[in-house]
């Protein structure tokens, strides 16, 4: 079985997230590496950058972010 790719893009928003926030991303397996998240172009690190949100090989459409994330940086969400 070939895997589907999701792709989530969130250009800007009207305001900050603020740290610890939750996030609405693609449907992912919390701990099965599923995620590649991307803060203007560059690759963040889960429990660097964000945070899987839900319990371990449940699914999951949501993340939490470790640090204020300005209105106008590009997330990119890769769901493989």
Request: hydrophobic share 40%; aromatic share 8%; proline share 5%.
């Amino acid at each position: 079985e070939v895997p589907v790719t999701t792709v989530l893009h969130s250009a800007s928003r009207g305001s900050v997230l603020p740290a610890n926030s939750v996030f609405t991303v693609p449907a992912y397996t919390v701990g099965k590496d599923q995620l590649l998240v991307f803060f203007d172009g560059v690759a963040g690190a889960r429990g660097d950058s964000y945070n899987e949100y839900g319990n371990a090989g449940v699914r999951s459409t949501s993340i939490t972010f470790l640090q204020n994330i300005p209105a106008d940086m590009d997330i990119l969400v890769r769901v493989n």
